[in-house]
């Protein structure tokens, strides 16, 4: 069974840019997770996607947008991007129901911003 | 502020023995979960308790929930080299939903040879 896929890998921006990094989850999966991992921070939730709806939201800026496709997939989009947004991207999938289920995290898109 | 503090921050023990990681909170969880993150690679989950006072072992790894679901634990026996690595405590809190986790900032372990 195919893991979480996040592309790409690496993604070097300058600041003002934006930026659209892809998830596919599981197969089967229908909750898409988006996290940011940094030193400081460490991971911070953004938001998750439910069967194409956002069901949660972090507190990040709404330069912080996010979608689901409907086999699916997401994107998350970063606008305007500032020095502080360099960080590794996670997604994570699950089935998206039920008590404890475990989130399958893909292996992250390192974002560094110039 | 981390809803999850964990402690210690950083571990570094030699092969052979034994650890302990603990995950608090004020906040009660309806679920908590624990991974294991290596250098470039995504947090790979471990196990999940979601029942106050539940223990679950697996192979040299012992996990416990706390009877008030506020606070888990993570003991190693007999740490061996392929242990190392940043280990994570994840929960979902009852007003969440499922498809979020609140995470610990986690413990990096080192175990040398």
């Known amino acids: 069974k195919a893991g979480v896929t996040q592309t790409p890998r690496y993604l070097i921006k300058t600041r003002g840019q934006q930026v659209t990094l892809s998830c596919s989850p599981i197969?089967?999966?229908?909750?898409v997770s988006w996290y940011q991992q940094t030193p400081g921070q460490g991971l911070q939730f953004l938001f998750e996607?439910?069967?194409?709806?956002q069901r949660n939201k972090g507190n990040f800026p709404g330069r912080f947008s996010g979608r689901q496709f409907s086999n699916s997939r997401s994107e998350m989009n970063v606008s305007t991007l500032e020095l502080g947004d360099s960080a590794l991207y996670l997604c994570?999938?699950?089935?998206?129901w039920g008590e404890g289920q475990p989130q399958h995290f893909g292996d992250g898109t390192r974002l560094s911003i110039l | 502020t981390q809803l999850l503090e964990q402690s210690p921050q950083f571990l570094s023990i030699q092969e052979g023995e034994n650890l302990t990681v603990y995950c608090n909170s004020s906040s009660v969880f309806s679920s908590l979960q624990w991974y294991r993150q290596e250098p470039g690679e995504g947090p790979v989950l471990l196990v999940t308790v979601v029942t106050g006072g539940e223990v679950k072992k697996l192979k040299r790894l012992t996990f416990q929930f706390g009877d008030a679901r506020k606070d888990s634990s993570l003991h190693i026996t007999a740490a061996q080299p392929g242990d190392t690595g940043l280990y994570l405590c994840?929960?979902?809190?009852?007003?969440?939903?499922?498809?979020?986790?609140?995470f610990g900032a986690g413990t990096q372990v080192v175990v040398t040879p």
């Open positions: 197969s089967g999966h229908r909750s």
């Open positions: 996607y439910f069967s194409e709806t």
């Open positions: 994570a999938s699950s089935s998206g």
């Open positions: 994840a929960g979902a809190t009852q007003r969440d939903s499922w498809g979020k986790l609140q």
